[in-house]
């Protein structure tokens, strides 16, 4: 079956402008993350949906991100007024409900700030 | 808080035997898990532990000890398609959150 796919896989964009990335999770996935990957650097965990709650919004950077969930599936994730600082490779994962689920990843979207 | 923590970097040989180590303080403890990552691609998941002792996996196995907050992962008979970023990841108390570590990039010389 088809995994976690993520839109667009590279995205140039200027400082100031708004972006909006996509996840479509694996189906029958309930869980969704969304994760930032500075290059060379480990991955920074942003947000978790169960559903389409968001429990745990712990990790957003600022009120510049913001992410929703429409039932159990597609995730936006929208970056308002870019900053040069805010580009990495944003990552998607998602998993079945459970506590010992796996995670998939998707292949990542890469996000330049110029 | 949460802290992980991973060796940057490691060099083996083809063939040899790699142990990489991680650390964790975590506010909870819900599982630890292995991803291996190739440079420019999406992590992709190796194995995990809940309980104390060995989980063995082909050529790969992985170690925790819950009481020492101390995990390992270990590769057999390197190939050199075992070249990778490898992240220790733990899940949290309240099973939501995944922790990352900042990954040990392993290079595996002929």
Redesign the interface.
């Known amino acids: 079956g088809a995994g976690v796919s993520q839109s667009p896989s590279n995205k140039v964009t200027e400082k100031g402008k708004d972006v909006e990335l996509r996840c479509d999770p694996i189906s029958g996935h309930t869980a969704l ?1 969304w ?1 930032r990957q500075r290059l060379g ?5 942003l947000i ?1 949906f ?1 559903g389409n709650s968001a ?2 919004k ?2 957003l950077p600022s009120d510049r991100f913001s992410a929703e969930r429409t039932g159990e599936s597609v995730s936006t994730l929208t970056i308002q007024r870019t900053q040069q600082e805010d580009s990495a490779v944003y ?1 998607c994962a998602s998993s079945l409900a459970g ?2 689920a ?7 979207t890469r996000l330049t700030v110029l | 808080g949460q802290n992980i923590d991973q060796p940057t970097e490691m060099t083996a040989t083809e063939g040899a035997i790699v142990q990489i180590n991680c650390t964790y303080q975590t506010s909870g403890f ?2 630890l ?1 292995w991803y291996q990552q190739h440079a420019g ?5 190796l194995s ?1 532990n ?1 309980l104390d002792g060995l989980e063995e996996k082909g050529r790969f196995s992985s170690f925790l000890s819950r009481s020492k907050g101390y995990s390992y992962l270990l590769l057999k008979e390197l190939q050199m398609k075992d070249s990778a970023s490898y ?1 220790c ?1 733990v ?1 949290d108390n ?10 040990t990039r392993l290079s595996v010389l002929p």
């Open positions: 993350y994760y650097q480990g991955l920074e965990f978790y169960q429990p745990d712990s990790g990552l506590k010992l796996e995670q998939f990843f998707g292949p990542g | 819900n599982g898990f691609e999406a992590p992709t998941f995990y809940v992240l990841a899940r309240y099973g939501q959150n995944f922790v990352f570590g900042p990954g």
